[in-house]
């Protein structure tokens, strides 16, 4: 049983104690503490707020607490229904709301669920906003309004509306796109992708296969899309004789591709493979967090554009982006932020714009991969007691490697200035868990240099 309350939400296990799992309690305490902190903003008048969710099992009985709640706080309701993350952040710009939550637990398996909170531009709260909430969640000093003060509630479908957007943005070709005649395959994980997505594809004349697309949130693997997981979609993709294999994880806002041979693309060049295709019509700023390949940073660089990293988690990401004004980002988990578009990883607007890629350069998927620079990232994670072990690992690895360029901004980071290497060394935002990182040109290098790491870890443990 968990519940961790981060940057990246108020994430637990459904079922359990309060303060070990995401319970009832919780839910309320802490969607109360929300509406009221955004009723004190916009002072005079009801908060309007939009609610949309995953297709996770407990998703029906979260959403019902989570909209009771905001009602009896007098907040008007927008329920965006099952709806991908991107699609929720959407519906808040859409509709001007003040505010949104997001009930899913992203790539977590179904026993988990969370609650992630939007602002009015339907972005995630900045670190102060969300500590602020959970203050007054721990405090829970609360006061309802009386029966005449109680909001409504609307409910309307946006994803139409979504993947009109998506349509809409100048640098996604759909005539590219129709006439390349693409067949992909989608795993949409048994959760809100088998709404969405085919919808896009339709709209863009591509080919749609869908395998596990009931949105009844029993996945039917484990929801990360890592080649390890895929191994379903690689076989079907042979199978079709598709051109592509996409891969979304259980809210839409993670994306990997699957090549026509069946071998994986890998997620760290969903973003690379977005980004080279946006930069090759505007130049800018490219931003990903400090846990993503180096091959951004090459193919910016390739376009006589700049470099920059962030710490981990979507948030620190988009604040970074809008600090430089950049023109791409997202994260190697096959995130990708199109800050025109909107500050949200959104696996409809990138599986537009790789399409438009493969179609603007005439490549099929392998070939697309072998334009881009070959690196391999070496992920590992150990578990943790306390946070007093995670500090003293921390400072016993950067003791180690001293000598060497560190960054401290997050976690450790240590780069090497020869053999294009790095790895990093963080607790995860959303498990209780350390992750080791390894990056280098080829598997054998960057699992030699993560064991290095894991070695110093294990001595110490």
């Given at each position: 049983?968990?519940?961790?309350?981060?940057?990246?939400?108020?994430?637990?296990t459904?079922?359990?104690?309060?303060?070990?799992?995401l319970?009832?309690?919780?839910?309320?305490?802490?969607?109360?503490?929300?509406?009221?902190?955004l009723?004190?903003?916009?002072?005079?008048?009801?908060p309007?707020?939009?609610?949309?969710?995953d297709?996770?099992?407990?998703?029906?009985?979260?959403?019902?607490?989570?909209?009771?709640?905001?009602?009896?706080?007098?907040?008007?309701v927008?329920?965006?229904?099952?709806?991908?993350?991107?699609?929720?952040?959407?519906?808040?710009?859409?509709?001007?709301?003040?505010?949104?939550?997001?009930?899913?637990?992203?790539?977590?398996?179904?026993?988990?669920?969370?609650?992630?909170?939007?602002?009015?531009?339907?972005?995630?709260?900045?670190?102060?906003?969300?500590?602020?909430?959970?203050?007054?969640?721990?405090?829970?000093?609360?006061?309802w309004?009386?029966?005449?003060?109680?909001?409504?509630?609307?409910?309307?479908?946006?994803?139409?509306?979504?993947?009109?957007?998506?349509?809409?943005?100048?640098?996604?070709?759909?005539?590219?796109?129709?006439?390349?005649?693409?067949k992909?395959?989608?795993?949409a994980?048994?959760?809100v992708?088998?709404?969405?997505?085919?919808?896009?594809?339709?709209?863009?004349?591509?080919?749609?296969?869908?395998?596990?697309g009931?949105?009844d949130?029993?996945?039917?693997?484990?929801?990360?899309?890592?080649?390890?997981?895929?191994?379903?979609?690689?076989?079907?993709?042979?199978?079709?004789?598709?051109?592509?294999?996409?891969?979304?994880?259980?809210?839409?806002?993670?994306?990997?591709?699957i090549c026509?041979?069946?071998?994986?693309?890998?997620?760290?060049?969903?973003?690379?493979?977005?980004?080279?295709?946006?930069?090759?019509?505007?130049?800018?700023f490219?931003?990903?967090?400090?846990?993503?390949?180096?091959?951004?940073?090459?193919?910016?660089?390739?376009?006589?554009?700049?470099y920059?990293?962030?710490?981990?988690?979507?948030?620190?990401?988009?604040?970074?982006m809008?600090?430089?004004?950049?023109?791409?980002?997202?994260?190697?988990?096959?995130?990708?932020?199109?800050?025109?578009?909107?500050?949200?990883?959104?696996?409809?607007?990138?599986?537009?714009?790789?399409?438009?890629?493969?179609?603007?350069?005439?490549?099929?998927?392998t070939?697309?991969?072998?334009?881009?620079?070959?690196?391999?990232?070496?992920?590992?994670?150990?578990?943790?007691?306390?946070?007093?072990?995670?500090?003293?690992?921390?400072?016993?690895?950067?003791?180690?490697?001293?000598?060497?360029?560190?960054?401290?901004?997050?976690?450790?980071?240590?780069?090497?200035?020869?053999?294009?290497?790095?790895?990093?060394?963080?607790?995860?935002?959303t498990?209780?868990?350390?992750?080791?990182?390894?990056?280098a040109?080829?598997?054998?290098?960057?699992?030699?240099?993560?064991?290095?790491?894991?070695?110093?870890?294990?001595?110490?443990?």
């Amino acid at each position: 049983m968990s519940l961790i309350v981060s940057i990246s939400g108020i994430r637990g296990t459904v079922g359990g104690k309060p303060g070990e799992a995401l319970t009832p309690i919780d839910i309320v305490k802490f969607t109360t503490a929300y509406a009221q902190q955004l009723a004190a903003t916009v002072k005079g008048r009801r908060p309007r707020i939009v609610v949309g969710r995953d297709a996770r099992i407990s998703g029906e009985m979260v959403e019902a607490l989570v909209t009771g709640t905001l009602m009896a706080c007098g907040a008007d309701v927008i329920d965006a229904g099952m709806a991908s993350t991107p699609t929720t952040e959407m519906a808040v710009i859409f509709t001007e709301a003040d505010g949104g939550i997001i009930l899913t637990a992203s790539h977590n398996p179904k026993e988990w669920n969370a609650l992630k909170l939007l602002n009015a531009k339907g972005e995630f709260l900045s670190d102060e906003e969300g500590q602020a909430i959970m203050r007054a969640a721990d405090k829970a000093d609360f006061t309802w309004p009386g029966v005449d003060s109680i909001g409504t509630i609307t409910r309307k479908d946006f994803t139409d509306e979504h993947v009109q957007a998506v349509l809409d943005y100048p640098l996604v070709d759909r005539e590219a796109i129709r006439k390349a005649g693409f067949k992909v395959v989608l795993d949409a994980i048994n959760s809100v992708g088998s709404i969405a997505m085919p919808r896009l594809f339709e709209a863009l004349g591509v080919e749609c296969i869908t395998i596990n697309g009931t949105p009844d949130g029993r996945f039917a693997h484990n929801p990360e899309p890592l080649p390890e997981n895929l191994t379903g979609l690689s076989e079907e993709v042979v199978k079709q004789k598709a051109d592509l294999g996409v891969s979304v994880d259980p809210d839409v806002d993670r994306l990997a591709f699957i090549c026509e041979n069946g071998e994986p693309f890998g997620e760290e060049y969903t973003l690379v493979a977005v980004a080279d295709y946006v930069l090759s019509h505007k130049h800018g700023f490219t931003v990903s967090n400090l846990s993503s390949s180096r091959a951004l940073k090459d193919i910016s660089e390739r376009h006589g554009c700049t470099y920059r990293f962030s710490k981990v988690g979507e948030k620190n990401v988009s604040t970074l982006m809008q600090e430089c004004g950049a023109v791409i980002g997202g994260e190697g988990n096959g995130g990708v932020i199109v800050p025109d578009f909107h500050y949200g990883r959104d696996a409809l607007i990138g599986t537009a714009l790789f399409l438009s890629n493969m179609a603007h350069k005439n490549l099929n998927a392998t070939d697309l991969r072998a334009t881009y620079p070959d690196y391999y990232i070496s992920k590992n994670k150990i578990q943790v007691a306390s946070q007093e072990v995670i500090g003293k690992l921390l400072d016993t690895v950067h003791k180690h490697y001293a000598n060497e360029k560190c960054d401290t901004s997050d976690g450790l980071r240590v780069d090497f200035e020869a053999g294009k290497k790095w790895f990093v060394l963080r607790k995860s935002n959303t498990e209780p868990i350390i992750r080791i990182y390894a990056e280098a040109p080829g598997k054998e290098a960057a699992d030699t240099l993560a064991q290095e790491v894991i070695a110093i870890i294990n001595s110490i443990l």
